[in-house]
């Protein structure tokens, strides 16, 4: 059973970082790609950035340039570093694995205050 345990988010100010952590229960390199979203009140889920096995990363437009994803293969753990965080950036944040089937964390809120 793969397992994934999001960390990191808390409260903060606009302007400030974060850094939410997924770990994943067994090998980092069973997954095709991983990736964060995030599902703000009131809104349907929204991709946010994605990193594939070899290292490839994508972002949404919305957070290009201030987010920035990673990956630990040795500690079967994928990152995102929050910087200049804005009001908009507040949500549940969702950690996503994809083999051939998606696996989803149960999430870790930030919440970016004005």
């Known amino acids: 059973q793969v397992q994934l345990a999001e960390s990191g988010g808390g409260l903060v100010q606009a302007g400030g970082s974060l850094r939410l952590s997924c770990a994943v229960s067994?090998?980092?390199?069973?997954?095709?790609?991983m990736g964060w979203y995030r599902r703000a009140p009131g809104k349907q889920r929204e991709w946010v950035a994605l990193?594939?096995?070899?290292?490839?990363?994508n972002y949404a437009d919305s957070v290009k340039g201030r987010f920035t994803i990673s990956r630990d293969n040795a500690k079967n753990t994928v990152y995102l570093q929050m910087n200049n965080l804005k009001p908009e950036d507040t949500g549940v944040y969702l950690c996503?694995?994809?083999?051939?089937?998606?696996?989803w964390g149960q999430g870790t809120q930030v919440t970016v205050s004005s």
């Open positions: 996503n694995a994809q083999a051939g089937l998606n696996f």
């Open positions: 067994g090998s980092i390199f069973m997954f095709n790609a």
């Open positions: 990193i594939t096995s070899t290292g490839t990363t």
